[in-house]
């Protein structure tokens, strides 16, 4: 699993690092930074809790989803 | 109500098929994309049942839901093939569950193999990828780990119980939007 922290994005605030069960975050110098990718099992929170939207996963299982609205993804497709 | 609505939904419900005795159906109808609407019917549905049984079972609608997965779990594994090896057990349960679930076994980097010993107690960490209970669950803006999950745990422990005749403990250890990670506690 390789994860990406944008460095420009990242505003320090810590909650990746509080969230994370598996201790895969740490702050050095006010930025995120993930020093055991290779604990990570993929659950996808550190994307839910992060404010600036500055983490990247690669080589992730997507998992399948079958809860979004129909008819605000049509709307949605509309204007994207 | 006016005839013309009665005909209308007369005429609905109307068609020239002949149906007979021997005639089992052999695939769903209709066709997958077209159920979409119904599979958010029915997370819908499951999420008001779950909601209505914690408003008025409390804390107990856990151990209802847990038990009734239990047994569920014990009703449909007592047709596998039976096995000591939970490596084994876990990888007909897989089978068993795919489709609806889809978990792995899984260990944190430093760990050299996938059982466990720590503190006294013997576990196999799963990763649950896909999960209709969690679909459900976000579909409905409900918190995950509640009675849902339960029915999940209960069911995983029945198999695991029914194909080993080990007994057995499942812990939520985490869960996120695309994955949980769960402790299976072995006795
Ligand atoms: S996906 Fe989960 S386990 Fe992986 S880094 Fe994010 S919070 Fe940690
Ligand atoms: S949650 Fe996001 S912004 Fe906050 S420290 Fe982590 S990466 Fe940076």
Redesign the pocket.
Known sequence: ME?HVDKNACVGCGL?VK????H??ELQDNVSV?VRPN?????????EICPAQA?E?RGIYAARRHYIDIKVCEMLRKVV | MSAGYIDEMHEAFHSDLIYRAEDIPLECSPKPKELEHTLHGVMKLNGLVIRSLEEIAGRGANAVTYRAGKKFGHEVAQYFQKREDVEGALHELSDLLRGQYSFEVWKPEDKETFIIEENGETFIYLVFHDCIVRQTLRRNGLDQGGPLCQTLFGYVVGAVEEITGRKAKLEIVHT?P?ACLKKLILK
């Open positions: 994860i990746c969230d994370c069960p598996m895969v975050y993930a604990n990570c099992m993929g659950c996808l929170s550190c994307h983490l996963h | 996120g695309n």
